[in-house]
Structures are given as structure tokens and as C-alpha cells.
């Protein structure tokens, strides 16, 4: 392997080349690499000026986030080498492509100037890591681009482009061209014009224009929307501390970074950011396995979902087909389509050209026939046996040979679906989450006989389409409504016993979750919920207990079909949930019916425990029957699929921060006071042998 750093002459200039690929990122290589260059320039005073240029795609694009965690972790050698950098007595140029983020832009910033190809995205992304640039960003980024800018910036962690950053002031000049003769061109200029160094830690940060109470208010916003993140806060801090003395904001910044890398809310949102790319590495799977082309979508059922399935083929550019059984459903769903592309018009996240592009690549049809020539068919039909397997079958004699057949179901067997089509090997599932083109998650799942190329050609597209994806084998509702399952047949028993919807969502919403169990299903739609636990049910799947799910099926008997009728758990508003006396007394008269004793005694903590970790408890069942590859991959689901908290890491992440000995002993006392007569309480063994050896769920890989 060469040195990913090296310098070298170019005329006057001295090049300091750093080439680590894939994204040149700052590793302790680079790092000591760079130190030895600036060894070099310091004893050459021949040279002029010294370029900063990054080999192949990008940039210096970031740091390396798994030194984090390390205990001994420092950030003191990268700064020092940043504020060598900048101290240098001879200009020194960042010659800038691709994707300047993180340490890459600090390295920029400690430069005295700064070239960008007109490509360059520009930023400062820590605060998804729930950090913030701990190299200095936060003291340098406002003393070019000024106070409002830098915290828009920090805060949010948005890149910018390279005329929008030259308008700032972060960049001096955006110049079409191959970097090394772009920064060496600029380099050269600066030369025979004799400019000097320009460093930015001298400049005084302009508070002209600001309001006195600017940063209070600010802070004040952060601490009220973002609770949960602490980052939130101190960024605001340490872009505050910008208009210190340089060497004093430094230290203030380098105290309340290290206060987030060892925050609780950090080390989720890292586990997070690693369990994504993990989450697409697939045990047996050959790395070499030659994918299938997608070119063209095929998508069955115009509804809900089918829409917003097709949307996200269209955003990518893959010309998709939809087909209906009747005129009326395919313009319904079309319709719909239009709507939402034009309400994103209306925002100004989308153009009218964009619009019509993208309207141009989805088709609509009643002929499956159309479905012939589709790389991949998406079946979104209703949710039933009967009708998928005849849809399945269908598209087993239509589709071409080498075409993948995908289900949309949320419960149903896809081994049986697999089987209808006669062709199993190329079934697979894709189950997205409504709305479909919003949510981030698909669950791709894994039947017995689907072949190697197939789930790697879908869990390929689903990157292209801009979904996280993660492989779920086959059960009932695979990893994520599978373990909904349990959380909701709490929330009906704890409803029965006495709590109402708001104090159950209030308890799970003061953790994070973007919505607690009765809103969602009232969102999602009573009678959705309530037909999946009646053919489960008929299915033989539940447990011989009338009382389960006793809510959702009264509900659903009684047309409270949650939010679209206007009652669920909750009476609705418009849009806004108010708590309905007739839940209390349809909870109270099941309660009676089903023996159920009411109480007035019910906390916030007993909601928490009995909503959570049954639901860890069947992460854990999960794990052992090999249905989820690693407890990472369940975080995955539950936070891009569930709103489950990022800065809680997700539910298994959580179970390891609360220690499974007090997970595994709570369920054992509430198994002992609720009755375990159907084993809602019985530990997994797997999470019992782990809890009595010590370890943590995150210790557990697969046999
Ligand atoms: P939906 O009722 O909105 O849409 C189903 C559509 O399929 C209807 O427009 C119907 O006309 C059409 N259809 C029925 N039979 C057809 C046939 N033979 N050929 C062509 N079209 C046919 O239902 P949905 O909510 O979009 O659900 C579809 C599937 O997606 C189900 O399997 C469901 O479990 C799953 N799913 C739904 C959600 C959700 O939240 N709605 C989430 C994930 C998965």
C-alpha cells in the first residue's frame, strides 16, 4: 500500500497529496502522514506555498467515527496538526471536490484559502452523530460565513454548495477543472501576486445585525425542540464561545464536544449510523453474486401503498407500471400520486419540470400484460391469502423469465406466496412502510427459496431508492410488526386496567417515540390492525385468550376506525386526538367481560416497562429463531420504521444502556402479578442466558 500522504513538488508549489480512499477520510495514517509533510515543507524553504489536494472522488470527507469510542480517544493531534497548518508563514490553498464534511471542511477552514470545483458540497454533519465538529468548525465556520449562518449549519448539519459557500465566504473561488490544476492554478496566482497567509483564527466574529438576546433565544429553542439532543445545545454554546478569544473558544469548544462523545444520546445515534451499514451485509451471501438488472417496475394495486411504492421508482428515474382492475382505481391512485409531487411543487422541494418528469415514467394500465416486460413486479393488493396467492400465481405465467416477484404483505407467509407463483426462487419480500415514499425502512424479506442475486439485487435497489434496508426472515408481521404485536397487546391490556390512550402515549412519548401506540394504530387504521389479529387469528396464531386485542376488535365492530372515521382510541379534531369517555367505558365493560381488574394506580413507569420490554423480550425471540440477523438490525427497523428514538439507539440498543439482568427480573415480576397463563411474560432464553452470563444482547451473534 502507498503513503496515504505524500508531498511533492510542482514548480514553486508544494503539494501535499492525500490519497486514502474510498473517501479520504482522517485516519491516525493520514494524520501522521500529514505531520511528516508539514516536516517537509517547514524544511524546504524553496517552496512558495504549500496545496492541500485529495486524490479520487472527494474531498477529505470526514474523520474517522469509530475512533469515538475509544476510550482514549483525543482530538488534540488532529487540531494541533490543523492549527500547524494554519500557522505556516507561506499561503497554503485547499484545493476542494466532491464532499468537504466534517474534518474534511475544518482541514479546509485551517487552510488560508480555499478553491472549489463547482460540484463541491460543503458541511459541517456532526450533529447527526448527535456531536459537534470538535476540530475547531464550530470557532472557524462563523468567523467566515458569519454567527447565523455557522449555526444554521452546525445545527442542522445541511452541506451547501460551492457558490452558495463562495457567497459566504467560505470558499474564495469556484473554478471548473481537475482539482490539482485548479488549487495549483489559484496557488500560483496568490504567488505572483505576493499574497501572504490569511488566517482565520485572527478574525474578530461580526456580531453586527445581531439581536442582543440572539443566543438565549436560541438556546432556548434548542432546549424546547430538541429536548432529547444535547448536541443541540451545545453547539448553540460553542458557536457562542466563537466570539471568545480564538485559544479560549477553543477550549470551550473541546470540553462540550468531549460532554457529547461520551453522552448516552451520541453513542445511540453512532450505534445507529454503524448499524446501517452492517444492516446490508448478509451472512452466506457471496460478496461476488452477479445482480439482476432493474430497468422497469411493475406494481400491482394502485392503493395506499402501491402509490407510494411507485413513487419512489419514479424519483430514481425507473420507469414504472401500475396496474388496477378498474379505471376508477388506477386514476384514484394516480391521482393521489399527482397530488403529492404537486403539493412538493407547491413547497419548492420539486419543479414543475420535475413533476412532469417524473409523472412521464409512471404508467397505469388494466392489462397485466404490461407486467411482461417488468424486471421486477411489486404485488400491493389487499391484505389476503386467497387474493394474493391468485395475484402470485398470475404473475408466475406473466412475468418474464429472470424477473423478480415482489410482495408488499405486512403479516402474510411469503414462503406460501413464493410457492403460488411457481417459481420461488425468484419471490422475495419488500415491505415497505406507509406512506411509502416517505418512510426510510424496508423490510426485504428472505424466503426459504429465494435465490442469492435476487435478495442482493433488492437490497441493492433499495439503496438506489433511497430506502435503509434490512432482511427479516420469514414470520408473522417479519421484524417489525411482529414485535408491534406485543407492544399493542399491552397497550389494550393497560387500557383495560384503567389507563387511557393519552396517559399510554404520553408515557412512551416522553422517551422519544414520535407517536405512542394508540395514535399510531389510529393513524395506521383500527380496522388495518384489527383484520390482520382476526386472520392471525384464524390463522391459528393467537394465543387462546379472548381478552387479546379485545379493543382494536370491539373497535373495529363498532366502525371506530381511528383517525378516517373520526374515532379511534382517541375522538378526533380535525387531525388533533382528544381523549373520548366512550374509550373509558368501552375499556371498563371489556374489562368487566373479560375479568380483567380496574385500577387507579397505574405510572408512567409500569406504562414504560410493560410497553417496552415485552417488546425486547420478542426482539430477543426474534434473534434466537434467526429471524433478524443481529440485534442491530431490529434497532433499524424501529427507529427508521417505528419512530422509535435515534437518540435511544432502538429498542435492543436500549435493552443493553438498562441492563438485561433488570429486563429479564422486571418481566418475571409482571408475569407474577398479571398471571402468565399464555406466556406474555416468559423470558427468551436467550435474553435469560445472556442477563445471568453478564452480557449484553450487542454481545450475541448468530450461531
Ligand atoms: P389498499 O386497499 O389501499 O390498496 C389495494 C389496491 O389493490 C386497491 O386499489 C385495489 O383496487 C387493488 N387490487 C386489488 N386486487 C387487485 C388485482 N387483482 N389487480 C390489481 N389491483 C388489485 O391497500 P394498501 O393499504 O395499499 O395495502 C396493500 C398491501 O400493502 C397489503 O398487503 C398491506 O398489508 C400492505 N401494507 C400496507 C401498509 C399500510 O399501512 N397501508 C403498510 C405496509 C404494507
Given amino acids: 500500500m502507498t503513503d496515504p500522504v505524500s508531498l511533492d513538488r510542482h514548480g514553486d508549489i508544494a503539494v501535499l497529496r492525500i490519497a486514502n480512499p474510498p473517501v479520504n477520510a482522517v485516519s491516525s495514517g493520514v494524520l501522521a502522514g500529514m505531520v511528516a509533510a508539514l516536516d517537509a515543507f517547514e524544511a524546504d524553504r524553496s517552496y512558495a506555498a504549500l496545496l492541500v489536494h485529495c486524490e479520487g472522488r472527494t474531498f477529505v470527507a470526514g474523520g474517522d467515527i469509530s475512533s469515538f469510542d475509544s476510550p482514549d480517544f483525543t482530538a488534540t493531534v488532529y487540531n494541533g496538526t490543523l492549527m500547524r497548518l494554519e500557522s505556516q508563514d507561506r499561503p497554503v490553498v485547499a484545493a476542494l471536490h466532491g464532499t468537504v464534511l466534517g474534518g474534511g471542511l475544518e482541514l479546509a477552514l485551517a487552510c488560508h484559502y480555499r478553491v472549489a470545483l463547482p460540484g463541491t458540497l460543503v458541511g459541517l454533519p456532526e450533529v447527526k452523530l448527535g456531536l459537534l465538529p470538535g476540530s475547531l468548525g464550530t470557532q472557524r465556520l462563523p468567523r467566515v460565513a458569519g454567527i447565523e449562518l455557522a449555526l444554521d449549519m452546525i445545527a442542522t448539519g445541511r452541506s451547501i454548495k460551492a457558490t452558495a459557500a463562495q457567497r459566504a465566504g467560505i470558499v474564495d473561488e469556484v473554478k471548473e477543472g481537475a482539482p490539482l490544476e485548479v488549487g495549483l492554478a489559484f496557488a500560483n496566482a496568490l504567488v ?74 451520541s453513542k445511540a445515534q453512532r450505534h445507529l449510523f454503524f448499524a446501517e451499514r452492517q444492516a446490508g451485509k448478509i451472512p452466506g451471501l457471496p460478496k461476488d453474486v452477479a445482480l439482476r438488472a432493474v430497468a422497469s417496475v411493475g406494481i400491482v394495486g394502485a392503493g395506499t401503498m402501491g402509490g407510494g411504492i411507485a413513487m419512489n421508482f419514479a424519483n430514481a428515474g425507473i420507469p414504472t407500471v401500475l396496474v388496477e382492475t378498474t379505471q ?27 413533476v412532469a418528469q417524473r409523472m412521464a415514467l409512471l404508467r397505469g394500465t388494466l392489462d397485466h400484460e404490461a407486467l411482461a416486460s417488468c424486471d421486477l413486479v411489486i404485488e400491493a393488493v389487499f ?13 408466475g405465467g406473466v412475468c418474464k423469465p429472470g424477473a423478480i416477484i415482489a410482495t408488499n404483505t405486512s403479516t402474510l407467509d411469503v414462503d406460501v406466496l413464493a410457492e403460488a407463483t411457481g417459481r420461488p426462487a425468484d419471490v422475495v419480500g419488500m415491505h415497505f412502510f406507509s406512506p411509502a415514499n416517505v418512510m426510510r425502512l424496508l423490510e426485504v424479506v428472505r424466503g426459504a427459496k429465494t435465490a442469492p442475486e435476487v435478495l442482493a439485487t433488492v437490497m441493492q435497489l433499495a439503496r438506489k431508492i433511497g430506502k435503509v434496508a434490512v432482511v427479516s426472515g420469514v414470520c408473522y408481521g417479519f421484524i417489525g410488526n411482529r414485535m408491534a404485536e406485543v407492544y399493542m397487546r399491552e397497550a389494550e391490556f393497560l387500557m383495560m386496567e384503567g389507563a387511557t390512550p393519552a396517559e399510554i402515549d404520553g408515557a412512551v412519548e416522553a422517551l422519544g417515540m414520535a407517536m405512542g401506540p394508540c395514535r399510531m394504530l389510529d393513524m395506521a387504521g383500527i380496522d388495518v390492525g384489527a383484520k390482520t389479529v382476526i386472520e392471525y387469528g384464524k390463522a391459528g396464531g393467537l394465543p387462546p385468550d379472548d381478552s387479546y386485542r379485545a379493543m382494536v376488535r370491539t373497535m373495529f365492530e363498532l366502525g371506530r376506525f381511528g383517525q378516517k372515521t373520526g374515532a ?54 426474534i434473534l434466537e429463531e434467526g429471524i433478524a440477523y443481529r440485534p442491530s438490525d431490529i434497532d433499524i427497523v424501529w427507529t427508521a420504521g417505528y419512530g422509535f428514538p435515534d437518540h435511544k439507539g432502538g429498542p435492543m440498543f436500549m435493552a443493553d444502556y438498562i441492563g438485561l439482568p433488570v429486563i429479564a427480573e422486571r418481566l418475571l415480576h409482571y408475569g407474577q402479578v398479571r398471571g402468565n397463563a399464555f406466556g406474555y411474560w416468559t423470558v427468551s432464553p436467550l435474553l435469560a442466558d445472556l442477563a445471568k452470563r453478564g452480557k449484553r444482547i450487542s454481545d450475541w451473534h448468530a450461531a
Fill in 568 to 621: 379511534g382510541y382517541y375522538r378526533y379534531d380535525g387531525r388533533k386526538p382528544v381523549g373520548d369517555p366512550e374509550t373509558g367505558r368501552l375499556a371498563r365493560e371489556l374489562a368487566v367481560a373479560h375479568d380483567i381488574a380496574q385500577r387507579s394506580d397505574i405510572s408512567q413507569q409500569e406504562i414504560v416497562e410493560r410497553l417496552l420490554y415485552p417488546l425486547i423480550n420478542e426482539g430477543a425471540k
Fill in 192 to 265: 505572483a501576486r505576493g499574497a501572504g497567509p490569511r488566517r482565520i483564527s485572527g478574525i474578530k466574529v461580526s456580531q453586527v445585525g445581531l439581536p442582543a438576546d440572539y443566543f438565549e433565544r436560541a438556546l432556548d429553542e434548542a432546549r424546547r425542540k430538541k429536548a432529547f439532543y444535547p448536541s443541540a445545545r451545545n453547539i448553540v454554546l460553542a458557536v457562542q464561545a466563537s466570539t471568545l478569544p480564538f485559544a479560549e473558544g477553543e477550549a470551550v469548544e473541546a470540553r462540550l464536544f468531549e460532554e457529547l462523545r461520551t453522552s448516552p444520546e
Fill in 383 to 395: 391484505e389476503n391469502m386467497d387474493l394474493k396467492k391468485q395475484v402470485c400465481a398470475r404473475l
Fill in 328 to 354: 376508477a382505481a388506477l386514476d384514484r391512485g394516480l391521482g393521489i400520486v399527482r397530488a403529492n409531487y404537486e403539493a412538493s411543487a407547491a413547497k419548492g422541494r420539486l419543479t414543475s419540470e420535475q
